[in-house]
């Protein structure tokens, strides 16, 4: 079956980094975008970016690009969110998902989620 | 960008009972309407994508409806199970996806 599952709780001070992983399995990985969808407390689903089944291809909102790099590793089925110079304002729980559409053109919904990853901004 | 606004915010019921919640977008935005549930510590579920297509092995009681700008999530028998919250989401102006706020489905 289908699975993607995340790596677990980070807690970073501000201005620092984290790095998010994601790992899938249960279905061929290059044939699916993956996208990161965050959720701040009290808040609503904010999507983040979007990664094509190559890695080559990405695209990310427009309120966090500068900040944020995401890529894919072939080799273990896994995508990756790297979010720089947090602030409190990053303090969520971050999720990966599938793309719901195919290879040629992402749709855009989110079939599979993985758990999701807490991170803290505190000083 | 495109605001989704769900209605109403909460919600109490008792099993067995018919739930629907409503999506409104502040656009038109065809039939590129999507529905999950959440709950805590889990991953979200998908429901419902194009507005009314049941994703695979989600139970026929859950069913979508709309075009345009508003939209519907029907439970037609709410189970144990389904006491969660429900987001609606627009992929019509991609990558600009944007959510609904959520509607908590609580226990009557």
């Known amino acids: 079956q289908v699975q993607l599952v995340q790596s677990g709780a980070e807690l970073r001070k501000p201005g620092a980094s984290v790095k998010l992983s994601c790992k899938t399995s249960?279905?061929?990985?290059?044939?699916?975008?993956i996208h990161w969808v965050r959720q701040a407390p009290g808040r609503g689903l904010e999507w983040m970016g979007i990664?094509?089944?190559?890695?080559?291809?990405?695209m990310y909102a427009q309120n966090i690009r500068g900040r944020v790099t995401m890529t894919r590793d072939t080799s273990t089925s896994t995508v990756y969110m790297e979010l720089s110079n947090l602030g409190s304002e990053d303090t969520a729980i971050y999720y990966c998902?599938?793309?719901?559409?195919?290879?040629?053109?992402?749709?855009?919904?989110?079939?599979?989620w993985g758990q999701g990853s807490l991170v803290t901004v505190s000083s | 960008d495109i605001q989704m606004t769900q209605s109403p915010s909460s919600l109490s019921a008792s099993v067995g009972d018919r739930v629907t919640i409503t999506c409104r977008a502040s656009e038109a935005i065809v039939t590129y309407l999507n529905w999950y549930q959440s709950k805590p510590g889990q991953a979200p579920k998908l429901l419902i994508y194009s507005a009314s297509t049941l994703q695979s092995a989600v139970p026929s009681r859950f069913s979508g409806s709309g075009s345009g700008t508003d939209f519907t999530l029907t439970i037609t028998s709410l189970q144990p199970d389904d006491f969660a919250t429900y987001y609606c989401q627009q992929s019509y102006d991609s990558p600009r996806i944007t959510f609904g706020g959520g509607t908590k489905v609580e226990i009557k």
């Open positions: 998902a599938r793309d719901g559409g195919g290879i040629r053109e992402p749709a855009y919904y989110f079939d599979y």
């Open positions: 249960g279905y061929t990985f290059t044939n699916n975008y």
């Open positions: 990664v094509n089944p190559s890695g080559l291809s990405k």
